[in-house]
């Protein structure tokens, strides 16, 4: 038996884990590690005849007339230390992202008199303090006598979002929102359509808001459209296709779906671009002017809960007059004395515009509903003319009193002023006939006078 190939294994079991645990992570690292048998057989290589040479650098010339070193892999243990390659071996737990993270800065808010169910719920609280009211807003006269408008959001079972809106206080909604579990919509808990505000359980789901608002519970249908089937019905065919940048502009609508998008901006859907009208949007004004069923209440709870499950700053808390009206509704007693009511911007008025020629009337359309700009039959206009022609028999009356009455006045200041005169001219005949008087008086008293000196001469 060949004496170097004979291996030692006197080392203590210390030593041979240290070194085969060194030779896993140096070879996971793609380092080329040799053994000690290795190590003797190369030391036992015969070498042939000549002198002997040592290992150097070679220099391989590239295609591209550079020089290129080829390094040689050392073969000695001692190069290899495992303290320094531990910490390249190890794999970072952080990786780099390519894109900035914006880091969102919220501002500390007050929480005095503020109710949290669970503890948790006040890390919420400043996050739902900051964000937007989309607060309702009423109908105004104009809209109001539009019978073919007023029918459709009736039907819809909207009618309470847009009329009689009662008070809305601000800090008992925020409160609401803030306790909303994460889970609420989950069935296996306990908290399941539950809202504890106050010390107050608010039973809150899709069912009660369709009760509230007056929709008769019944199986709604998987509203199933296409881009096109909505196109086509709010733009009465203007446009062959949707557009590409996913918009319509709202010129290009109806007078009937022109409206509702008026409505629908402010009240249910709301947004800041009315100009144009995104598919969301367009789909929402579809099913309320073509009759379309569709589970308000689920929307509204589904628009409910994303406040639960975000920390978003800029989102708007939409149907909060709504939400303010369930919870009263069950509890009237849970205000206290720091709610007080908002005040609402002025009734939502019609622009002249909107029943302008950019938009077609609904005469013939798919949903067979009246067109809101009609036209006045004959006999309307006859009567509007009577009526016209009584209040310009009033207004003729009025103004006939009020010139006699001017004229009469006038006639009163002339007398005054001609009265006036005459005395005045009496004043003067009288200043001059005194004057004459005193002139004559003057004269024969300067006569006197000198007949008596006269005398005594």
């Known amino acids: 038996m060949n004496i170097d190939d004979i291996v030692s294994y006197d080392n203590s079991p210390v030593e041979r884990d240290v070194e085969s645990v060194a030779k896993r992570l140096r070879s996971n690292k793609g380092k080329t590690v040799l053994s000690e048998v290795e190590t003797a057989k190369t030391k036992s290589k015969i070498v042939g005849v000549g002198p002997k040479k040592g ?18 892999v050392p073969t000695n243990e001692s190069d290899y230390d495992v303290e320094g390659d531990a910490p390249n071996i190890i794999p970072s737990t952080s990786r780099k992202s390519t894109k900035k993270k914006i880091v969102q800065t919220v501002a500390n808010v007050p929480i005095d008199k503020v109710s949290f169910h669970l503890p948790e719920n006040a890390q919420r609280w400043r996050f739902i303090y900051h964000r937007r009211l989309a607060l309702e807003r009423e109908l105004g006269k104009e809209a109001l006598e539009i019978e073919a408008v007023m029918e459709l959001i009736k039907e819809a079972g909207l009618m309470k979002t847009v009329c009689n809106l009662g008070d809305f206080y601000e800090k008992l909604v925020k409160e609401f929102l803030v306790n909303i579990s994460i889970d609420c919509d989950n069935s296996l808990i306990r908290e399941y359509q539950r809202v504890f505000v106050r010390g107050e359980r608010v039973n809150f789901s899709p069912s009660i808001i369709n009760k509230f608002l007056g929709i008769e519970e019944v199986n709604f249908p998987k509203l199933e459209i296409t881009d ?16 590409k ?21 402010v009240n249910w859907v709301p947004t800041t671009h009315s100009s144009d009208v995104a598919t969301r949007l367009g789909k929402f004004i579809y099913v309320v002017g073509s009759k379309s069923k569709m589970d308000f209440g689920a929307y509204i709870f589904e628009q409910t809960m994303r406040h639960a499950k975000t920390d978003a700053i800029r989102f708007s808390i939409v149907f909060p007059t709504l939400l303010c009206s369930i919870i009263l509704d069950q509890h009237p007693n849970i205000k206290t004395s720091s709610d007080v009511p908002e005040k609402r911007k002025p009734p939502l008025t019609l622009h002249s515009k909107l029943f302008g020629a950019n938009h077609i009337p609904d005469i013939v359309g798919t949903s067979g509903v009246v067109p809101a700009a ?54 003067v005949e009288d200043d001059n006939a005194d004057e004459a008087d005193n002139s004559n008086e003057d004269a024969s008293s300067n006569e006197d006078s000198g007949s008596s000196s006269e005398e005594a001469e």
Request: aromatic residues 4%; positive net charge.
């Open 55 to 72: 290992w150097s650098k070679v220099e391989v010339k590239s295609t591209a007339g550079r020089t290129r070193k080829r390094k040689v």
């Open 228 to 243: 096109n089937q909505v196109r086509k019905e709010i733009t009465a065919n203007q446009l062959k296709v949707w557009p």
């Open 245 to 265: 940048k996913k918009k319509i502009l709202s010129g290009k609508l109806s007078v009937k779906y022109a409206i509702l998008n008026t409505i629908v901006v």
């Open 374 to 427: 009609r036209m006045m039959r004959k006999q309307e206009i006859v009567t509007a003319l009577k009526d016209t022609c009584v209040m310009l028999n009033e207004r003729k009356a009025q103004f006939e009193l009020m010139i006699h009455s001017l004229e009469k006045e006038d006639a009163a200041a002339e007398n005054e002023s001609e009265e006036s005169e005459e005395e005045e001219a009496d004043t």
